[in-house]
């Protein structure tokens, strides 16, 4: 790193490659796993009654995710102090 500005973590950079994949990497992964868990089920859902309970869970999850980077970024940018904090992954 030559700079300070370069040391700075981010929740979310659009222009860091390797975030981005990593978060399609870990979605694949935990839709993989809940398709072999409906491979694997007995008595097995119907696949709409299964795609809607995946749904609902992705929809939690994501706006889980989601939330806590918008908290993760506001907190950052409105701390009161001494010092000022713009490490995102810091707080």
Not at 1 to 8: L, P, R, Y
Not at 39 to 49: A, G
Request: glycine content about 4%.
């Amino acid at each position: 790193f030559t700079n300070e500005a370069e040391k700075i973590c981010k929740v979310y950079d659009k222009d860091d490659f390797f975030t981005v994949v990593v978060q399609i990497v870990l979605a694949v992964l935990a839709l993989g796993s809940l398709w072999f868990k409906r491979l694997q089920e007995t008595p097995k859902r119907t696949f709409l009654t299964w795609f809607l309970d995946v749904a609902k869970q992705g929809v939690g999850a994501c706006y889980a995710h989601v939330m806590n980077m918008v908290i993760a970024a506001v907190i950052s940018n409105h701390i009161r102090g001494e010092q000022e904090l713009s490490d995102q992954c810091a707080w």
